[in-house]
């Protein structure tokens, strides 16, 4: 076998969840715990080695993969290009930002910025994200707003998004958002964890500016007014994420007989049961399973009345 069923990691972090991820997952999960970081080989912010996967034989997935890149990555790619995360709203997240990478090169030592996308997999009735500013937002309102943490203004400003199971949005870096409470997602992201809080106090923290000063950090806020149309482009359709997520990753909605091409990804099933098999590997698969897929495992295919989400960085 070379496809790596996943155990779950949950780090710490500062808002609730709801025991979605433990009734999703067939192992062992924290109910307590929002966030699963799935085949990460990130950290989180300045507390490393939190957020590291770890594989089911003991081995830091990070450490696995610098002993044989080849085997992991393949011979075209250097690092893993991708965070994948299962994420489980209890409340409504902080509004928050995320670098690009322009702005994560020039003040945060990392070429990856923060783009990301939601394929959501349960949503209780009226769920919401917010989404972009509605109007044109002057820099300065912007900080009177972060630095008196005037919650409700903020967040009266935003486009508020309703989704429901099965939709998938790009929220692009930059962009202003919120994920509502009462929803369980599949997150795909560049491999990094920079993200700007406009609001903080009401989630028992001081700050959220990524040790750069609000001053800097509030530059990599797109305060643009996003219309509907614009947001509508951020919808997937025909393909589960629209063309704009290419530059940075990819993202897949694969059913029984659909084949998988080789290279490192993450899998996540988010309906029903099948199998996956390839040249070396034959495995069973059911809702709630999260899978690592090395280059080595070859070309794959999926069999059975099942959806697979497949996530892995973007084409060289």
Not at 244 to 269: I, K, M, T, Y
Request: proline content about 7%.
């Amino acid at each position: 076998m070379t496809v790596e069923v996943l155990p779950a990691n949950q780090p710490e972090t500062f808002y609730r969840g709801a025991g979605r991820i433990a009734g999703f997952r067939n192992v062992p999960a924290l109910p307590d715990r929002p966030e699963d970081w799935v085949g990460s080989v990130t950290t989180r912010f300045g507390l490393g080695p939190s957020g590291l996967s770890t594989l089911s034989d003991g081995r830091v997935l990070a450490e696995a993969i610098t002993a044989d890149p080849r085997w992991w990555l393949g011979p075209e790619r250097t690092d893993t290009g991708v965070l994948v995360k299962l994420l489980d709203a209890g409340q409504r997240l902080p509004l928050h930002v995320h670098p690009d990478r322009r702005f994560a090169t020039a003040h945060l030592a990392s070429p990856y910025g923060k783009t990301e996308a939601w394929v959501i997999v349960s949503a209780r009735p009226g769920a919401y994200v917010h989404l972009g500013f509605a109007r044109d937002v002057p820099a300065d309102e912007l900080a009177g707003w972060v630095s008196g943490q005037r919650t409700a203004q903020m967040l009266d400003a935003t486009n508020k998004i309703p989704v429901s199971a099965g939709d998938a949005i790009l929220c692009p870096a930059g962009l202003p958002h919120a994920i509502g409470d009462g929803i369980l997602l599949v997150e795909v992201q560049e491999p990094t964890d920079f993200s700007v809080l406009l609001e903080y106090e009401n989630f028992g923290l001081t700050d959220g500016h990524l040790g750069l000063g609000y001053d800097l950090a509030l530059r990599c806020v797109d305060r643009g007014r996003w219309t509907p149309e614009r947001l509508d482009r951020l919808r997937g359709g025909q393909r589960l994420l629209p063309e704009a997520a290419d530059e940075f990753f990819a993202a897949h909605r694969l059913h029984g007989g659909d084949r998988l091409e080789q290279g490192f990804s993450v899998l996540v099933v988010v309906a029903g049961e099948g199998r996956l098999t390839g040249e070396q590997d034959d495995l069973s698969l059911r809702r709630g399973d999260t899978l690592l897929v090395p280059y080595a495992a070859g070309p794959l295919r999926v069999d059975g009345d099942l959806e697979v989400i497949r996530l892995a960085a973007a084409a060289p």
